[in-house]
T-cell receptor, first 113, second 114 residues
Framework: DVKVTQSSRYLVKRTGEKVFLECVQD?????MFWYRQDPGLGLRLIYF???????EKGDIPEGYSVSREKKERFSLILESASTNQTSMYLC????????????FGDGTRLSIL | AQTVTQSQPEMSVQEAETVTLSCTYDTSESDYYLFWYKQPPSRQMILVIR??????QNATENRFSVNFQKAAKSFSLKISDSQLGDAAMYFCAYKGNQGGKLIFGQGTELSVKP
């Protein structure tokens, strides 16, 4: 079974801090994704990566960056956390194009105080 | 750009009854994939069912089935014999034929009454 592991279930940080959210998948998937989930807005794509060292902006990349140094790991970075980045963050991976679905982690509920 | 719309923020169903969740989408592509995901209170998103646009036959997975109307760009989910464990947030999602990005709807929160 595919396992996508996010480093924290809950995280509390302060405004202005640099925040790292880590995601690891164990199925050698090419694609990895970071979403944020907010009530009434569904899931919105922040960044994604199709390969090591590759990254592409999603729909809401402002205030975020990512890193993919190894195939199994995709990190989301909040350069200077702000209160409007309080949200649920979901990581996902998939094996490539076509009909294959994305597999999700358990999510990180991030609060910025 | 593709969009996905779920017009029902909340739905309720009696245990053992049938419920249909609505989803519409907009795209100019002819080849794509559609998915329904379930997110229970435990938070992990779980794939419920998928549909390839080139297939005319509606997908079915046990108690879950879809009504895929390509011309109308509609992709509804029917849950038969609803169970308490079906209570969750349900998301409809679209994926084009190129790349792995998913576009999600706003979600429908389903409650199941005993």
């Amino acid at each position: 079974d595919v396992k996508v592991t996010q480093s924290s279930r809950y995280l509390v940080k302060r405004t202005g801090e640099k925040v790292f959210l880590e995601c690891v998948q164990d199925m050698d998937h090419e694609n990895m994704f970071w979403y944020r989930q907010d009530p009434g807005l569904g899931l919105r794509l922040i960044y994604f990566s199709y390969d090591v060292k590759m990254k592409e902006k999603g729909d809401i990349p402002e205030g975020y960056s990512v890193s993919r140094e190894k195939k199994e790991r995709f990190s989301l970075i909040l350069e200077s956390a702000s209160t409007n980045q309080t949200s649920m963050y979901l990581c996902a991976s998939s094996p490539g194009q076509g009909r294959q679905p994305q597999h999700f982690g358990d999510g990180t509920r991030l609060s910025i105080l | 750009a593709q969009t996905v719309t779920q017009s029902q923020p909340e739905m309720s169903v009696q245990e053992a009854e049938t419920v249909t969740l609505s989803c519409t989408y907009d795209t100019s592509e002819s080849d794509y994939y559609l998915f329904w995901y379930k997110q229970p209170p435990s938070r992990q998103m779980i794939l419920v069912i998928r549909q390839e646009a080139y297939k005319q036959q509606n997908a079915t997975e046990n108690r879950f089935s879809v009504n895929f109307q390509k011309a109308a760009k509609s992709f509804s989910l029917k849950i038969s014999d609803s169970q308490l464990g079906d209570a969750a947030m349900y998301f409809c999602a679209y994926k084009g034929n190129q790349g792995g990005k998913l576009i999600f709807g706003q979600g429908t929160e389903l409650s199941v009454k005993p």
